[in-house]
């Protein structure tokens, strides 16, 4: 038997651009601007805050094989953090191997890409990747 968990990071009203444009470090917020654009262009919708620093596109529920856990969640999404910029794509990053080694500098986690910045990475394979994943089934499903 499912049930619907309930998770601390939701949709929020709170205004993208005012949380983008509170980011202290100049690059890292020109950088969000240009990876908005690039989600929206993506995702053909406009994105909320979920919690107070993660900016999604989409909404998805999510269900885990394992517990029958699901979770309400973004589809896609970044977060401009102090250590780096993070990124929330569809499902585990290691279904972008290939792309990853194109990609330039960059850590990752279970669903997570992290850089430091957008010149550190190739833009084109960022977008491939975005569409990508856009298309692909969630692994948790």
Known sequence: MSHIAEIKTKPTSASVEDFINSVKEEQKRKDSFVILEMMKKATGEE?????????????????????GREVDWLRIGFSPRKANISFYIT?????????????????????CIYINKLADIDLTVLKEMIEASLKMEFFYK
């Open 47 to 67: 994105p909320k805050m979920w919690g107070n620093s993660l900016i999604g596109f989409g909404n998805v529920r999510l269900k885990s094989p394992a517990t």
């Open 91 to 111: 499902g585990n990053v290691k279904q972008h191997t290939a792309a990853l080694e194109k990609l330039g500098k960059h850590k990752t986690g279970v669903g």
